[in-house]
């Protein structure tokens, strides 16, 4: 027979072993939801979509950032950033398997320095569509972790874009610049001269 502080130190290894198991489990859940990942993650039902305020501005730095939702509280998010002067797409990031708290808290990352507003979800697919397009065209490379980022677009179709987008110099490279003329340009112009 087992003395009473054997049976203890027994029914506290026991408590200690249930503990491991039960925190362990709750690590593969994660693991699983996370892992379960991108192509999982991309057919869940978009919660919103957001852009920089001044995405409709010529040669801007624009963010944006698409979540999406499952019913059981798990969320996904990724993030763009998009140079439409020159450089395209610039940097993405995303995260899977995520509370809505940490898609807010990537949202006010994101919108430090501007203001971001709700969109259709296919504008977020246009911009970065054309933005990767324009990256390639122009030799520039995919950031990193591009693939998985673009990969939680899904099945947006950025064709269903209400918005367009315009990258490069804003003005039409083959029309010739007017020349401004000072008041004594344009008497002189008057004039015929």
């Not at 501005?57 to 969320?75: F, K």
């Amino acid at each position: 027979m087992a003395s009473s502080h054997e049976r203890r130190a027994q029914a506290k290894a026991d408590k200690h072993k249930k503990k491991r198991a039960v925190a362990q489990q709750a690590r593969k859940e994660r693991t699983r939801r996370t892992h379960a990942g991108i192509g999982t993650a991309a057919s869940w039902p978009v919660r919103d979509a957001w852009l920089s305020d001044s995405w409709h501005e010529p040669e801007a730095r624009i963010q944006a950032v698409i979540a999406r939702g499952h019913a059981d509280g798990t969320w996904a998010w990724a993030a763009f950033e998009v140079d439409t002067a020159d450089a395209g797409l610039v940097a993405c990031a995303h995260q899977v398997g995520v509370s809505e708290g940490h898609v807010q808290q990537a949202l006010v990352e994101r919108s430090e320095n501007e203001a971001m507003v709700s969109v259709e979800p296919a504008a977020v697919a246009r911009l970065v569509h054309d933005a990767v397009a324009w990256s390639r065209t122009h030799k520039h490379r995919d950031p990193d972790g591009f693939a998985d980022a673009y990969a939680l677009l899904g099945d947006l179709d950025p064709d269903d874009s209400p918005y367009d987008f315009t990258f490069g110099d804003a003005r039409d490279e083959d029309t010739e610049e007017i020349p401004r003329l000072g008041l004594i340009g344009r008497i002189g112009k008057l004039f015929g001269r």
